[in-house]
Each structure stands twice: as C-alpha cells, then as structure tokens.
C-alpha cells in the first residue's frame, strides 16, 4: 500500500536523537476565508509555519542557533469533521549550525516556548492575509463577499489579532522508532476512520468522536446523511495541493547529504534504521494479520496470479 510504502522510505530519513511534535492551529475566525481560498492561505500556513521555526532556531536566545528539518502534515477537521485548520510538525531535537560542522541539541520537554511561538505565528500569518488582501489576489465569494470591502476586511483583522493564537507542543518523542509508530497512526489519516462510523441508517449516520471541550469523553452523534456527506467533503483538498511537506535539512533537495552528516555528528557508530524488504503480500500480513496468498475460503490453497490472456476473443 502507498502508505507503507512511505513509511518504509521515511525509516531511512530518521535520526538517532528525540523528536518533538508541534500543532499550529489557525482560529475559527479564519475559517470562512480559509474555505475560499485553500490553495493560497493553506499553503502560506506551510510558509508561515515554516518561517516561524525556522527564525527561533537561527535565533542563539533559543539555544540552538542552527537550522531545522522538520516533515508538516496538514489536518483540516475536528473530531465532529467541522473545518478546523492545523498543521502538525515533527521536529528533531536538534539543530544543524550555520556552517553544517556540528550538531546542536535541543534540551528540555519543549523546542520553544508556546507562547512565543504563538505570537510569531499570529504576527506573520495576519501580515500575509494583509498583504494578499492588498494585492487583490483573494477571492470573496459566498458568506465572505462583504469581506471585500475595506472596512469588513479590517474588521476580521481586528478581530484576529485579538484572539489567542493556539500552538501546541505534544510530549517528545522517545526516539526515532517511536516517530515511526507515530507516523504510521497519524499522516494518512482522512477525516474520518470507517471504525468510527457506527451505523448508516433511515438517511443518517451516526458516529463516534471525543468532546475536546469536555474533557476529551467519548460521544456520538447523529447527522442527516447529506449534511455527513458536506462535512466530509469540507476536507476534500484542492486538486494537486500536497499535504505532507518537508522543510530545513529534510527538504528533498537536501535530506540525502544532510542526513548521512547528521547521523555522523550525532554518532558516528549509530546504525541507521533500514528499509524494510517486504513483498505485498508481508505487508499485508504485518499490518492487517490477513495472508492474501491463501484462499479465504478454506485458508489451505494457495493464490497463484496469472496474466490475462492476450486474445480477447478466448474469453468466455
């Protein structure tokens, strides 16, 4: 499967060293906006995002003083499948130095301070609404067509800059094995888990999710199937948007050289992890515990694959 497949390239990317894991969220009163507009302001959350990180670490007052590689992974949904924009960051512990001569570690149970980050965060996104808005390259249909107008516009950034930017930092990560496990769980996930949906019925569906409001309990709730089906569709992305994104020293461009020297900086003796070589079949069985070359019937015979005969006109 493509997932494992990705996976599988990923282990030859990991560092022996911790990671951490960061959530940027946007506010809800960005959300209409959003909406209109997801392939531009979707992709300058990755841009902003991405500058943010990347300044505290130049910066020598957050003890690092180099530069970082991280992977970005977009979410767009709550648990209720309502639009709920968040990028999550898997980060490293660490810092490559300007002059790519050292290793730079990162201490403590947090990169930065969430506070810090949030204001960075909120300071150059708003900047890049701003400038967008006066460049005339946003769109206003809709709900946000009075947005077009000065006035409106100014209004949804007073209102912005009021509100308490969320960033999150998760626990760390106990090293790179754990990061795998996390990656497999978390990066291809869509909106909703078919083992979440627990009945189709009477034109409604009904399924489970976690109140983050009230203590993270399990619920459930029950929708008409058309609204079910809008919802779901909010999280459709524009046609070719990439949604997992790799940033620093994990950029494509760099990742190959980069990551041999970091392993050797950190420790020269640290074997790296390696690709599995499996067979789809393995996979199958490794992830799912179901043995595709085996007949499902009577579990005894074996699938043997065959080519399709080449003269049609033999097929009954």
């Known amino acids: 499967p493509a997932k494992e497949k990705w996976l599988n390239d990923r282990r030859a990317e990991l560092l022996p060293c911790g990671y951490y894991h960061l959530v940027f969220t946007l506010p809800h009163e960005s959300n209409a906006l959003v909406m209109g507009n997801p392939k531009l302001l979707l992709g300058r959350l990755f841009y902003t995002v991405a500058q943010v990180l990347q300044c505290f670490a130049k910066d020598p007052n957050w003890r690092l003083g180099g530069r970082l590689g991280f992977i970005a992974v977009l979410h767009t949904w709550s648990q209720t499948l309502m639009d709920h924009f968040h990028l999550h960051c898997l980060v490293p512990a660490g810092a490559l130095s300007m002059n790519q001569c050292r290793w730079i570690t990162a201490r403590g149970r947090y990169l930065f301070k969430n506070r810090s980050l949030a204001k960075a965060f909120k300071h150059r996104y708003i900047h890049q609404l701003i400038g967008l808005y006066q460049t005339g390259e946003l769109?206003?249909?809709?709900?946000?067509?009075?947005?077009?107008?000065?006035?409106?516009?100014?209004?949804?950034?007073?209102?912005?800059?009021?509100?308490?930017?969320?960033?999150?930092?998760?626990?760390?990560?106990?090293?790179?094995?754990?990061?795998?496990?996390?990656?497999?769980?978390?990066?291809?996930?869509?909106?909703?888990?078919?083992?979440?949906?627990?009945?189709?019925?009477?034109?409604?569906?009904?399924f489970a999710y976690r109140d983050r409001a009230d203590g993270n309990k399990a619920k459930t709730m029950t929708l008409a199937a058309t609204e079910f089906i809008r919802r779901f569709l909010l999280h459709v992305l524009p046609d070719g948007f990439v949604k997992i994104r790799y940033f620093g020293f994990l950029a494509h461009r760099n990742k190959t050289r980069c990551v041999d020297l970091i392993r050797k900086l950190i420790d020269p003796g640290a074997k790296p992890v390696q690709k599995r070589k499996e067979t789809l079949a393995q996979i199958m069985l490794r992830t799912t515990g179901i043995d595709i070359t085996r007949c499902p019937k009577c579990g005894r015979g074996t699938m043997v694959a065959r080519p399709l005969p080449t003269d049609t006109a033999t097929v009954a």
């Open 139 to 206: 769109q206003f249909a809709g709900k946000t067509a009075p947005l077009a107008q000065a006035d409106n516009f100014g209004k949804l950034i007073r209102a912005l800059r009021k509100k308490d930017w969320i960033v999150y930092t998760k626990r760390p990560f106990a090293g790179p094995l754990q990061v795998l496990e996390y990656l497999g769980r978390y990066t291809h996930r869509v909106a909703i888990a078919t083992h979440r949906i627990l009945s189709v019925q009477d034109n409604t569906v009904t």
